[in-house]
């Protein structure tokens, strides 16, 4: 019989709790409930207690509930996720669902993070946006509960119901991958870097790798830096840098660590400027600041503004700093005729000044001992392609 793991507040949920569990069992689905409610006691009796919760970080649970609220949720966290892992390595978790708001969406993240990738994962939030904005609950199912998880009525019967189907479902179903001894390949890409990246990955694959390819979108970049912390890749081919303004502009918390891990872990890099050209910005307004650029539509509701020379000197210096610190081999690859599919001579965002501020800021700020290939041709060029798999090859010494 499979397991599923519901971790959660039952002093305060402890109804839904009881109604989720109810259920989840109702398909034939074991279950191992632990309690982190820190107020008071809990609704029903766990298979856990936030006692011993507590106690897996060297803690006494009347000290949790004395403590600074934000810390006691840390320590909490912390002793969720000792728990779950043990669990998970005695063969008792084969899911695992979480309901709750910031709190219980924070406590998620960490546990979350802690089991593997494609481990069924469940997550009912009073705020969805919130969550998948966040980045960090990477390959869960996020269901949002329409109305706050207090008491239980027909909506959030009918919501938890259904998240109760989703796990058991997902659980039953689920197989554990065979990932075989392939070395793998990180390699970002957006729409305007997509013929560069999947010429890589065509080459790459043919030599025996197995290329992931994460959108930098913001969430896909944040997944990427876990993933290479966690120690899954042979090495990295980052194409599209483009995250980099989308943090120093809009300061996405969760883009703070991007183009650091791989530099951090001493993994082999090679990295590019694709999609540097623009700003990407949600709204159908053109803010103020902007008015008067270059500005395109990627969709209804997300616009594009051309990067000036003042932002690529800064998102240059910004680079040079990241790779400056890192740890392992890394090379850097300039396509000095265009950074992305609108970035071409006679197209719409082409501004080789803006590029040229671009370039000369990271050579200026970069260490010398990382190596810097120019290359005077376009991003989407086969002859970059050819060079950039090239490098990634020699990194990694072939890697296979």
């Known amino acids: 019989m499979k397991t599923v793991v519901v971790v959660g507040t039952l002093d305060t949920k402890g109804e839904a709790y009881g109604y989720l569990k109810e259920r989840i069992e109702e398909f034939g689905v074991r279950t191992i409930v632990i309690d982190w409610g820190m107020m008071n006691e809990p609704c029903f009796k766990p298979d856990i207690s936030a006692s011993e919760v507590a106690r897996a970080c060297g803690k006494d649970i009347a000290e949790i509930r004395a403590g600074e609220r934000a810390e006691s949720i840390g320590v909490m966290a912390s002793g969720v996720v000792k728990i779950v892992k043990e669990l998970r390595s005695r063969g008792e978790l084969d899911g695992i669902i979480v309901l709750g708001g910031g709190q219980g969406s924070s406590i998620a993240i960490e546990v979350f993070s802690a089991l593997p990738i494609g481990l069924p994962k469940v997550i009912v939030s009073t705020a969805p946006g919130m969550v998948t904005r966040s980045g960090g609950l990477r390959d869960a199912f996020v269901v949002g509960s329409i109305v706050d998880i207090a008491g239980l009525n027909g909506i959030l019967k009918a919501v938890l119901q259904n998240a109760a189907a989703a796990i058991a479902g997902v659980v039953n179903a689920w197989k554990e991958p065979d990932e075989g001894a392939k070395p793998r390949i990180a390699a970002t890409m957006l729409g305007v870097t997509t013929g560069c990246v999947d010429n890589v990955r065509e080459i790459l694959t043919g030599k025996g790798y197995e290329v992931l390819v994460f959108h930098a979108n913001g969430n896909g970049g944040a997944s990427m830096e876990d993933l290479i912390g966690q120690g899954y890749f042979t090495g990295v081919v ?92 890394t090379a850097l690859a300039i396509p000095l005729r265009g950074i992305s599919v609108d970035d071409r001579e006679g197209n719409f965002f082409y501004d080789p000044a803006a590029n040229k501020a671009l370039f000369d800021s990271v050579r200026k700020n970069l260490n010398p001992n990382i190596d810097v290939v120019e290359m005077d041709c376009h991003i989407m060029d086969t002859a970059f392609t050819d060079k950039l798999t090239e490098l990634i090859l020699e990194l990694t010494g072939g890697g296979l």
């Open 238 to 329: 980052d194409v599209t840098t483009a995250e980099i303004a989308s943090y120093l502009t809009n300061r996405d918390p969760k883009l703070k660590g991007r183009l650091e891990a791989a530099g951090k872990a001493g993994v082999p890099q090679v990295v590019s400027l694709g999609g540097l050209d623009r700003i990407n910005i949600s709204g159908e307004d053109v803010p103020e600041k902007y008015k008067g650029r270059k500005i395109g539509w990627h969709n209804p509701r997300t616009l594009m503004i051309r990067t000036s020379a003042e932002e690529n000197e800064e998102f240059g210096k910004v680079i040079a700093g990241k790779l400056n610190k890192a740890k392992g081999k």
